[in-house]
């Protein structure tokens, strides 16, 4: 289902669905980030990118799994927490973000369901924003088999075509959010798909940063654990994290029990997120760390994209988005790592 949804009636449309949770990009200072919406003609869809992705409103960065408490010499009591099935629809998700959801989903589904997940993820409605011009100059998604204009993992795809956008529907989800709107949208003439198609054949162009025979990287990686590539890589890595707390696709987490209180006990299970380049990442109980240093930290982040990922779901677990070069404070560039792997020994 295609339509056409004049900007200025844009708002209106978000207003008929105010039955749902809504986030869209605002922005706060400088920097742009998803928030719930309270006034529809606040979104702003003329944006970059954000800090963080879709991702933290799916798979947040904090979440309570039971809360406890113990009042007697009985045996606690434990009371099972779960997500709010809200109805929540994002909007202006580039597509890199929702092809990063595609790829999380595989993690959390599978052969066991990871339910804490999954309640949100389905009840959350994707409203993508095609990306005329590249949203950061290191945007690479066409090396990793995405696209500007990509529709995986939407239910609406919109292009902005300067006074209108170009609403594509890819899901009964998107058909139910057109239908909520439909005195507002108006059927798609020969020159608005042209104009489309225009728009984002053009954009493919303008994506400057790639990288070549990126298929060459994990069959080369295997050969390469014990290299001293990575010293050499990771020598100026501050161990900060930021690579990967603001990565789309990165998911580890750890699990703790917090105490609220001591008289009476009271406290609550949670998951946070974690990270895999901080040195108690992988620190056991015994005092042993099989990854004792920041190479090994570093080997283990790009392996587990491009090599790890790629045996198990034939998929990068990278997206191309370009956050983890633009924010590093010392400069380490996925690209140029990857290109010195792809040519290693050569």
Known sequence: MDKILSKKAFSQWVKMLQSFRIYAPLRDDDIWTYEVVKLPEHIDLDFLTTALSPKKIIFPQKEVFLEFRKTNEDAPEIKEVLPEEDPTIIFG???????????????FGGDFDDIYYWKRRNHTILVGLACNTPPSPNCFCLSVDGSPHSTDGLDILMTDLGDRYYVESLSKKGDELLNLGKSLFTQPKSTDKKDKDK???????????????????????????GSPF????????LRCGICTYMCPTCHCFDINDEILSRAPLKGRRVRTWDNCQFPDFTMHSSGHNPRPDKSSRLRQRIMHKFQYFVECYQD???TGCG??????PVGIDIIEVLEKVRDYGS
């Open 93 to 107: 998700v580039r597509p890199c973000d929702a092809k990063a959801l595609t790829l999380t989903d595989k993690v």
């Open 199 to 225: 728009i984002q054949a053009e954009s493919r162009k303008k994506i400057k940063r790639q990288i070549k025979d990126l298929k060459k990287v994990p069959p080369k990686l295997m050969g390469m654990w």
């Open 230 to 237: 990575w010293d050499e890589e990771a020598m100026s890595c």
């Open 316 to 318: 990068y677990q990278c």
């Open 323 to 328: 956050r983890c070069i633009s924010k590093c």
